[in-house]
């Protein structure tokens, strides 16, 4: 069955509530921007692309409801529904090209028009990440082996893109062109992207997967039991590096230590020009409770001090390709 993370409605997003998975399949109609923004927030839609997608979703909803016909008290109104939503995540930068793009369709002086042009806007990004992430996945099957056993690490996959996947987009094209694959996934601590959404969306596509936990990875790729990693991107620097989630970074460096191919699936929207290097990529820092608790369930002494950095940056020289639906940049 074909899975929509994402679903505009008319006058309503639909998401399935990501934070429920994989012990429940829940949707959330979401009917105004702040409930959008609360969603990405709380990552109940996460995954770069598709907090692009529902970011703009969420920026149609918010016009849809602003009831002056005035041009100038529109667009003022309309500047707090994009301030709301930009301030949600900090890493993703697709979060900020779409919002870059809903600003700029936000043009005339008739507002039921405008309108309008925001609600095709809004699918009209949703369609090329779409066909972005259904391309990419097809060019990066060329890496991939007959026989491969690939690691991914995090969710990269429909869930996080609304589309096609990037990371799991690729390992769904090598196995569609026939390559018997195996796949290694990460839990992912402390939200568990690979236990919970990875493990559940490759066990939906029938591919054979291992769950192991974040610190087993050495492990496996010291005993040749590894052939690539590929993983997604949330923000890649001009330089090529990398803002992935926290742990990729691990990762990499691993993967160059056992001369394991090391790959980065994204569309370009996922590409941030403006900045020169990954130092520049700001790294959200989440609540210590993420860290300190499990459903609520405190799984340390009360009152530890704990960190939380969502994401971490890969320096361009552990990247052995970046994979996009414009082609492959290989850097060996
Ligand atoms: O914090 P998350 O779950 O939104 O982080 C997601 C990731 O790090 C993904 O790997 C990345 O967004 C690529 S999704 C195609």
Request: with cysteine; proline share 4%; charged share 20%.
């Amino acid at each position: 069955m074909e899975l929509k993370a994402i679903e505009w409605l008319g006058d309503k997003l639909r998401i399935l509530d990501q934070r429920k998975l994989p012990w429940e399949e829940s949707f959330l109609d979401l009917a105004d921007y702040q409930d959008v923004a609360l969603a990405i927030k709380e990552m109940k839609v996460r995954g770069a692309p598709a907090i692009g997608i529902a970011a703009a979703y969420g920026i149609a909803l918010g016009a849809q409801n602003i009831k002056t016909t005035n041009r100038d008290e529109f667009l003022s109104q309309l500047n707090q529904v994009t301030q709301t939503l930009a301030a949600t995540r900090p890493t993703a930068v697709n979060l900020f090209q779409a919002i870059g793009r809903m600003e700029k369709a936000a043009i005339g002086n008739n507002v039921p028009g405008v309108k309008g042009m925001l609600i095709n806007e809004a699918k009209q990004i949703h369609q090329e990440e779409i066909e972005a992430t259904k391309r990419l996945s097809q060019l990066g099957a060329e890496l991939i082996q007959d026989g491969f056993t690939i690691l991914t690490h995090c969710n990269a996959g429909p869930l996080a893109t609304a589309g096609y996947g990037t990371a799991l987009g690729v390992i769904k094209a090598a196995r569609e062109q026939g390559k018997k694959i195996s796949v290694l996934i990460t839990e992912t601590r402390p939200l568990l992207q690979g236990a919970r959404l990875t493990a559940w969306e490759l066990m939906r596509e029938d591919i054979p997967v291992t769950l192991i936990t974040d610190s087993m990875a050495g492990h496996f790729m010291k005993q040749e039991r590894i052939d690539c990693v590929i993983v997604g991107a949330d923000r890649i620097a001009a330089n090529s590096d990398v803002a992935n989630k926290i742990g990729t970074y691990t990762l990499a460096v691993l993967a160059k230590d056992n001369s394991i191919p090391f790959y980065v699936a994204a569309p370009t929207s996922t590409i941030d020009l403006s900045l020169a290097s990954g130092d520049k990529i700001p790294i959200e820092e989440r609540d210590s409770k993420e860290v300190t608790h499990f459903q609520g369930v405190p799984i340390a002494p009360e009152g530890i001090t704990a960190a939380n950095p969502a994401f971490d940056i890969t320096p361009h020289d552990y990247v052995s390709a970046i994979i996009t639906e414009k082609g492959i940049t290989r850097s060996f």
